[in-house]
């Protein structure tokens, strides 16, 4: 078992940064890791993905402000996020997809842009 555990989220002021991180129990050679989030009363959806090759995907919203990076060595992903604004406020979520498509999530970290 493959546990995903996150960090780095935290409040802060619109216009502000945050670096969260996210870190595997154990190295495992995921097929892809990323990014998703969640807001009060919408659904999860995508921030940015990245593969073991470097290839990155990254939300609309993201684009421009947010990037992702990763270690695939050690099974680590990290995502800065710069210029947040209320809107970024959700609970963010570590993802990672291993050869056999089974997906592992972390627990979550809490991101609160004040305005």
């Known amino acids: 078992q493959v546990y995903l555990v996150e960090s780095g989220g935290g409040l802060v002021q619109a216009g502000g940064s945050l670096r969260l991180s996210c870190r595997a129990s154990h190295t495992f050679p995921f097929n892809i890791m990323g990014w998703y989030r969640q807001a009060p009363g919408k659904e999860r959806e995508m921030v940015a993905t990245i593969t073991p090759r470097g290839n990155t995907k990254h939300a609309d919203s993201a684009k421009g402000r947010f990037t992702i990076h990763a270690n695939m060595a050690t099974s680590a992903v990290y995502l800065q996020m710069d210029n947040l604004s209320p809107e970024d406020t959700a609970v963010y979520y570590c993802?990672?997809?291993?050869?056999?498509?089974?997906?592992?999530w972390g627990r979550g970290t809490q991101v609160t842009v004040s305005s």
């Open positions: 993802n990672a997809v291993d050869p056999g498509l089974i997906q592992y």
